[in-house]
């Protein structure tokens, strides 16, 4: 089952910070995040593991509420680049498979 | 620089026909995966392998086949072609171990008319 992202959409201005939301019915041993640019691959930006181990992109922060089954992403201080569909992708259990959300599409303008 | 190529980046074939998309990857990854990406549905795992030789079902895989003879390449196979396979196709790959990051392909776009 495809985890839960909130909001679907959102509009920043430069500078403007913004939260993502992840959740699933199931739990979860591991939260993936991905950015994927308009007519590009999506790239890793980060992953948070039950236990508390992270790794990821040194502007972009996430945590990870094991007990709710939550995740959330924070962009702070947003820049252009920064836009783009943001996913998270779930894994109940070991590293292969990753079921992804629908995506939450991010649009930093000046 | 790490590299997932996809065989092309668009493709139109017609209802009932065999379709092949091949995927190639140059990072020596055991795990490789394909994916479809339709608006409003994200990202949907269709199979993945774990090994030459190995395919385990993802969440969406009716109406496809996989198949990899060696570990760079995975292909993913349309056995008949239906309207309802239009989309973008997206291929990844991952090492083993604690390596999480998945690469992504650059997709291929497949119109069935």
């Known amino acids: 089952q495809q985890p839960v992202q909130s909001p679907q959409a959102v509009i920043l201005r430069e500078g403007e910070d913004a939260v993502i939301n992840c959740s699933s019915s199931k739990a979860l041993y591991s939260v993936h995040w991905y950015r994927q640019k308009h007519g590009e691959a999506p790239v890793f930006l980060m992953i948070l593991l039950k236990g508390g181990e992270q790794k990821g992109h040194e502007k972009i922060s996430a945590s990870f509420n094991e007990k709710k089954q939550q995740s959330s992403l924070y962009l702070t201080a947003s820049q252009l680049s920064y836009s783009g569909t943001y996913f998270c992708g779930t894994s109940s259990g070991g590293y292969q498979k990753v079921t992804f959300g629908i995506g939450t599409k991010l649009q930093v303008i000046p | 620089d790490v590299k997932v190529t996809q065989s092309s980046r668009y493709l139109v074939k017609r209802t009932g026909e065999k379709v092949f998309l091949e995927c190639v990857q140059d990072?020596?990854?055991?795990?490789m995966f394909w994916y479809r990406q339709d608006p409003g549905l994200g990202l949907r795992l269709i199979y993945f392998?774990?090994?030459?030789?190995?395919?385990e079902k993802g969440d969406i895989p009716e109406g496809y086949s996989v198949s990899r003879e060696k570990k760079e390449r995975f292909s993913l196979i349309l056995e008949s072609a239906s309207t309802n396979q239009t989309s973008m196709y997206l291929c990844?790959?991952?090492?083993?171990?604690?390596?999480?990051?998945?690469?992504f392909g650059p997709g291929t776009r497949l119109t069935v008319t």
């Open positions: 990844a790959s991952r090492g083993t171990g604690k390596t999480y990051e998945q690469y």
């Open positions: 392998s774990y090994d030459v030789k190995m395919k």
């Open positions: 990072m020596d990854h055991e795990n």
